[in-house]
């Protein structure tokens, strides 16, 4: 087992500098995943000089290390959860963010011209018992009704269609999800964020800043450069540099592995639509063919210790045995994880916080959130029309003594394992 991700596999890592750091910028952006590098693009194609510092190399955080799943990203609470707390109205309107999101995505990948391995599968969610078949398929008609989900509900005696397994007892097929390969998306806003005119600096970790009367100084491990503008766009990867923002953020650790290869005969069984898949598990487990449909990709929120990935890849191997016993003795050939940010309110918020802009908190659904908030945060800093979000007047929550290190995690991490646990042996 290789500990590296899947999506380096015909790619290169990228280590060295891309860019020289220059003296100043009109604009310093602090992360290269999708969104800083999104936001960067808009911005240098609207006259801005740009550069984007990642402490590692482009998409080096989940930008890179993702599941590569596309669907409208909708809010965490779900519908009644967001009626109950914002009202009916406020609800529809952060719902629709998700569904403009992903059309914007759509055209945004198609008139770029990204070859990222972009297919149009649809998304299968699976029912974890017979009860949460009926709650799913009540949220999609509720859905359909606000904001025009397309979805279809798929029976227990049906779902061999979808899936090569009798795990589930039924569940619902979301027919506008998708799947890319991320690490070519990143190579792809790379590419064009060059072109225009931006600069990607990287390694360059910011250490330190200050501000002053003539704008931003932003020390680097790439050297200094002083800024008029600053974006942070560091999500997951928010560290102490940026206290504020930090103590916004849970960091939550998400790990996947790739399968050795698979005759492809075997994973058309597995997955016939090769659609994203999901399931409605407290510790949801994701899972997709590769690209080009010669793996099976799964991913769940990691457990136990991460200086040992040979423990957390035989919990996965061990639950897509469950799932596909076909797959049982298949062993894992690539490890990997990253760090998913969310917030206390569980969405995703964009704005400025003394002075600093941002676009963060995407809650584990960030692939389209972040290229859309990406265009959205570069109108707003360039004072353009059509920059407005339903999550501009969300206060961006924190808790008090709370310094972005989440120390109760495990134990709530446990929790739900032992309640999917007991519910799985409920329906057995």
């Known amino acids: 087992m290789e500990v590296r991700p899947y999506w380096y596999l015909d790619r290169p890592e990228r280590q060295v500098i891309l860019d020289e750091l220059p003296e100043r910028v009109d604009v310093a952006v602090v992360g290269g995943g999708f969104t800083g590098l999104a936001?960067?693009?808009?911005?240098?194609?609207?006259?801005?000089?740009?550069?984007?510092?990642?402490?590692?190399?482009?998409?080096?955080?989940?930008?890179g290390r993702n599941g590569g799943m596309v669907g409208p990203s909708f809010h965490k609470l779900g519908l009644e959860g967001l009626i109950g707390r914002y009202g009916r109205d406020k609800a529809h309107a952060i719902l629709r963010e998700g569904m403009q999101a992903l059309e914007?995505?759509?055209?945004?990948?198609?008139?770029?011209?990204?070859?990222?391995?972009?297919?149009?599968?649809?998304?299968?969610?699976?029912?974890?018992?017979?009860?949460?078949?009926?709650?799913?398929?009540?949220?999609?008609?509720?859905?359909?009704?606000?904001?025009?989900?397309?979805?279809s509900p798929v029976s227990r005696d049906q779902q061999y269609r979808e899936i090569g397994s009798d795990f589930y007892h039924g569940g619902v097929v979301y027919h506008r999800d998708g799947g890319i390969h991320p690490g070519k998306l990143v190579d792809g806003l790379v590419a064009r964020v060059r072109s225009t005119g931006g600069l990607v600096v990287a390694p360059a970790r910011v250490l330190d800043w200050r501000r002053e009367s003539d704008g931003w100084w932003l020390d680097s491990a790439a050297g200094t450069v002083q800024a008029r503008e600053v974006v942070v766009a560091t999500n997951g990867y928010t560290n102490s540099v940026f206290p504020k923002f930090r103590r916004r953020l849970v960091p939550i650790v998400s790990a996947m592995v790739a399968t050795a290869p698979l005759d492809p005969a075997l994973v058309s069984r597995l997955s016939p639509g090769k659609r994203m898949h999901g399931d409605t598990r407290r510790l949801v487990l994701y899972y997709r063919p590769s690209p080009d449909g010669t793996r099976m990709l799964f991913g769940t929120r990691a457990q136990g210790s991460l200086s040992e990935p040979g423990r957390i890849a035989e919990h996965i191997r061990a639950l897509y045995g469950e799932l596909y016993p076909e797959l049982r003795e298949v062993p894992v050939d690539y490890y990997w994880w990253?760090?998913?940010?969310?917030?206390?309110?569980?969405?995703?918020?964009?704005?400025?916080?003394?002075?600093?802009?941002?676009?963060?908190?995407?809650?584990?659904?960030?692939?389209?959130?972040?290229?859309?908030?990406?265009?959205?945060?570069?109108?707003?800093?360039?004072?353009?029309?059509?920059?407005?979000?339903?999550?501009?007047?969300?206060?961006?929550?924190?808790?008090?003594?709370?310094?972005?290190?989440?120390?109760?995690?495990?134990?709530?991490?446990?929790?739900?394992?032992?309640?999917?646990?007991?519910?799985?042996?409920?329906?057995?």
């Not at 936001?39 to 930008?63: I, K, Q």
């Not at 859309?372 to 109108?379: D, I």
Request: hydrophobic share 40%.
């Open 338 to 428: 990253g760090w998913v940010a969310y917030t206390f309110d569980h969405a995703p918020h964009l704005g400025s916080l003394d002075g600093m802009h941002h676009a963060m908190g995407y809650c584990g659904s960030g692939v389209t959130r972040s290229i859309y908030l990406g265009r959205q945060l570069a109108r707003k800093i360039l004072g353009e029309p059509g920059h407005q979000t339903a999550f501009d007047d969300l206060p961006f929550e924190t808790r008090p003594l709370y310094r972005g290190k989440p120390w109760g995690l495990g134990l709530v991490m446990q929790w739900h394992a032992l309640k999917d646990f007991l519910a799985r042996r409920k329906v057995a």
């Open 39 to 63: 936001t960067a693009l808009h911005l240098a194609r609207a006259g801005r000089s740009v550069a984007v510092l990642d402490a590692e190399h482009p998409g080096f955080g989940c930008s």
């Open 104 to 151: 914007y995505f759509r055209e945004f990948v198609e008139t770029e011209n990204l070859q990222c391995d972009l297919q149009w599968t649809g998304r299968f969610r699976g029912a974890f018992s017979a009860r949460d078949y009926d709650s799913l398929n009540r949220e999609a008609e509720q859905l359909q009704r606000a904001v025009g989900l397309e979805f």
